[in-house]
């Protein structure tokens, strides 16, 4: 499947993954970045995309340059993710102003197909495992953003004719994740002999490596579904069974403090998925198993680390 994709926050955490994923299936890969935006994550791939700087926010500009690289598809990932803040800051309604101004854009394209990256956060509260017809709930304003956004884009699409989809993902983790989220955190402390201090580890979240995350966002790309997709294992996993198996891997389960912090109140006891539509009609399943995600992930951290450690004993 060849085609002109265009993706937004293709630099960040989960969207370099999905850049990767795209150039490999032989798509024709056009990143939108910020200006100013770093882009080490994809830079290995620089001779086989078209990066081009853009803010969402400034429509007429913005407009111009999407009109002249002309994107058959979008994938949209670009939002506020700051850890700690994303789930009620201001910026998440900036991200619908720009989500608005991408489908204004996309209009001057020859583009009829869109992803629209959401959220488990949309789901109403639940105590088991919800698939893609539970209610709808928002309790935070990044996720209200986020499911208003996907409203926005259906209605666009059905107009047009266009076929529009939502993948939902749930809890990621894997290389290139922000260092101050719950696998960094635990891998980066008990490498360094740290104790390191958790809630008490009862939530239950639908772990699903990066580069997964990826494929699966391919795999809906790449067919003609709708609608809303659960990107997520279906495994609901104990937060305190990961922070422990990094531990046992490490060899340092001494170091964790279960329960030594107390929990959010954003903080539900369960966010896990049924991922009936990836997997039934769509036929996808993870490459990795917690585990081996989890060595992975501690490896690339220990290099990350270990050159970081080299390059500052080489600067002093």
Same mark, same amino acid.
């Not at 993902?169 to 894997?174: A, D, E, R």
């Not at 995600?293 to 220990?302: A, M, N």
């Given at each position: 499947m060849t085609m002109r994709v265009l993706i937004t926050g293709g630099a960040g955490f989960i969207g370099s993954h999905v850049v990767q994923r795209f150039v490999r299936a032989g798509c024709e890969v056009i990143v939108l970045v910020r @200006?100013?935006?770093?882009?080490t994550p994809i830079a290995d791939l620089a001779d086989r995309l078209t990066i081009v700087e853009g803010d969402l926010r400034r429509g007429e500009t913005f407009r111009k340059s999407i009109a002249a690289v002309d994107p058959e598809m979008c994938v949209h990932l670009a939002w506020y993710t700051v850890p700690e803040r994303y789930l009620h800051a201001l910026e998440n309604l900036d991200a619908v102003e720009g989500s608005a101004n991408l489908l204004r854009s996309l209009l001057e394209t020859s583009c009829r197909r869109i992803l629209m990256v959401g959220s488990c956060a949309e789901y109403a509260p639940h105590t088991g495992c919800v698939d893609e017809n539970s209610s709808i709930s928002p309790r935070t304003l990044y996720a209200a953003c986020k499911h208003a956004v996907w409203l926005m884009a259906e209605q666009f699409a059905?107009?047009?004719?266009?076929?529009?989809?939502?993948?939902?993902?749930?809890?990621?983790?894997?290389?290139? =994740?922000?260092? =101050?989220?719950?696998?960094?955190?635990?891998?980066?402390?008990?490498?360094?002999?740290?104790?390191?201090?958790?809630?008490?580890?009862?939530?239950?979240?639908?772990?699903l490596h990066v580069e997964d995350v990826a494929d699966a966002i391919w795999a809906v790309a790449a067919s003609d579904i709708e609608g809303a997709v659960n990107i997520a294992s279906g495994v609901p996993t104990p937060v305190g069974d990961v922070a422990r198996e990094i531990a046992r891997q490490l060899a340092r389960p001494d170091l964790l403090s279960l329960g030594a912090l107390p929990a959010s109140a954003d903080n @539900?006891?369960?966010?896990?998925?049924?991922?009936?539509?990836?997997?039934?009609?769509?036929?996808?399943? @993870?490459?990795?198993?917690?585990?081996?995600?989890?060595?992975?992930?501690?490896?690339?951290?220990?290099?990350?680390?270990?050159?970081?450690?080299?390059?500052?004993a080489v600067s002093k």
């Open positions: @200006p100013g935006t770093t882009v059905r107009r047009r004719a266009w076929s529009a989809a939502t993948p939902r993902i749930f809890q990621v983790y894997g290389p290139g =994740e922000r260092s =101050e989220r719950l696998v960094p955190t635990v891998i980066a402390d008990l490498l360094a002999g740290r104790r390191c201090s958790l809630t008490s580890g009862d939530q239950r979240r639908d772990f @539900p006891p369960w966010l896990c998925a049924t991922p009936g539509r990836l997997h039934n009609a769509l036929g996808w399943r @993870p490459r990795f198993e917690l585990a081996s995600g989890l060595e992975q992930t501690i490896e690339w951290w220990r290099r990350r680390i270990g050159d970081a450690d080299h390059m500052s």
